[in-house]
Nanobody, 116 residues
Framework: QVQLVESGGGLVQPGGSLRLSCAAS????????MGWYRQAPGKQRDLVAI???????NYADSVKGRFTVSRDNAKNTVYLQMNSLKPEDTAVYYC??????????WGQGTQVTVSS
């Protein structure tokens, strides 16, 4: 089992920045990929960015060039640096981890609101 705890959400003006953090605990040796998804009201949960243990990353087209996902393996933590935020980035952001058995784990979610 893997437990994920997110932090760093909040209210920010358009054009501003936020950094989300997600700390993993439990069977961390089994984690293959970690990343972030988001879900806006009335919409499905979509991939934002993901980072594999091998170092590769993948981003949704809507955030390329603005968001950066990174991992600190020593701290078992994944980060999402979000710059040039737009109102359409408003959503609940969920940390996700996938282990070597392809079991997916979710954090509790953190609200990001972009509004003036």
């Amino acid at each position: 089992q893997v437990q994920l705890v997110e932090s760093g959400g909040g209210l920010v003006q358009p054009g501003g920045s936020l950094r989300l953090s997600c700390a993993a605990s439990g069977s961390i040796f089994s984690i293959n990929a970690m990343g972030w998804y988001r879900q806006a009201p009335g919409k499905q949960r979509d991939l934002v960015a993901i980072s594999t243990t091998g170092g590769s990353t993948n981003y949704a087209d809507s955030v390329k060039g603005r968001f950066t996902v990174s991992r600190d393996n020593a701290k078992n933590t994944v980060y999402l640096q979000m710059n040039s935020l737009k109102p359409e980035d408003t959503a609940v952001y969920y940390c996700s981890a996938v282990d070597k058995e392809f079991q997916r784990y979710w954090g509790q979610g953190t609200q990001v609101t972009v509004s003036s």
